[in-house]
């Protein structure tokens, strides 16, 4: 594998997420391989990886898509204006894992790299991604376990990326509309390519590497924790916000929408059951109050614990 060579990594990266994913819930992954031919806004290929309806996971989608455009949408160039509608081509890996048990978080990652034929005819190149989790309840331990895990992660490449990828997270996943952060945040980065491109891609590898680590010990403690309807009507409207972000807010979906993606592929994200109840307000001093007033409000999640 090269530096100049993703592809290999990603689909690796698929294949041991998926395969930790359907023997911790006892169930395959439908695989749908899918192509987009010449006449297409992209041409390309991908690889849509779901379960749905298992043991553990209501809905769990990993998906791997390799694509070139002749303009590059707006969507990805928000801090490369000059680079707008300039041919392209795209690589990355997506999931999004939402769990039966209300009491286990749903969990977010992608990494992708871009590349760009600039208009002196120079390739630009550089990575993106991260992870986040989203919590229905909060745990304190949950909260610092995943955030230790991502520290760990990208501290080999500079002590200034964890707190400068958590903060970027925190402003990212936030949907605006309501004021409200989507969940307890990660790392989040767009346009890197500042540490050579040997350590660029080491540290995207990184990121891609921990998800295992930093996501299936939660569940495995909360997959099994007594739930009733109220949990399952909290956990519905939580997602309902979860939705909210990918459609309005995400810029990936956007991208991939407007690019003429996998419309199947980028929806693989959107949970099984969410739902909408006007100005609903938790019970003040419950769990479900808890999550707004100490969880979904930017926090230094390892101050203090090492």
Request: proline residues 6%; negative net charge.
């Amino acid at each position: 594998m090269t530096v100049q060579d993703p592809k290999a990594f990603l689909l690796g990266l698929q294949a041991r997420i998926t395969q930790a994913i359907a023997e911790f819930d006892d169930k395959a992954f439908l695989v749908d391989r899918w192509t987009k031919p010449a006449g297409e806004m992209l041409q390309g290929e991908g690889v849509t990886m779901i379960l749905e309806d298992g043991a553990v996971f209501e809905r769990a989608g990993c998906g791997f898509s390799h694509v070139s455009g002749s303009k590059l949408p707006p969507s990805a160039t928000q801090h490369r204006p000059e680079l707008a509608g300039m041919p392209f081509e795209a690589m990355g890996g997506s999931l999004v894992f939402h769990p039966r048990n209300p009491y286990a978080p749903t969990v977010h990652m992608n990494v992708r790299n871009i590349r760009v034929v600039n208009r002196e005819g120079q390739t630009v190149s550089w990575y993106g991604g991260g992870l986040d989790l989203t919590p229905i309840y909060g745990f304190e331990e949950d909260a610092r376990h995943f955030h230790r895990v991502c520290r760990d992660a990208v501290q080999p490449f500079g002590p200034d990326l964890y707190p400068r990828f958590k903060a970027w997270c925190d402003e990212y996943f936030y949907l605006k509309h309501r004021q409200e952060p989507r969940g307890i945040g990660g790392l989040f980065f767009d346009d890197f390519a500042e540490l050579g491109a040997e350590r660029d891609f080491a540290m995207w590898q990184s990121v891609g590497e921990c998800l295992i680590d930093a996501y299936l010990p939660l569940v495995e403690k909360r997959k099994d924790t007594p739930y009733g309807e109220r949990e399952i009507e909290h956990q519905r409207v939580r997602r309902g916000r979860y939705v909210e972000f990918n459609l309005v807010w995400d810029r990936g979906t956007h991208f991939g929408l407007q690019s003429g993606g996998c419309t199947e592929s980028i929806l693989l994200s959107m949970p099984r059951h969410a739902s909408w109840t006007y100005q609903r307000q938790p019970e003040p001093g419950s769990a479900e109050a808890r999550l707004y007033s100490d969880f979904l409000v930017a926090r230094d999640w390892l101050k203090d614990a090492g």
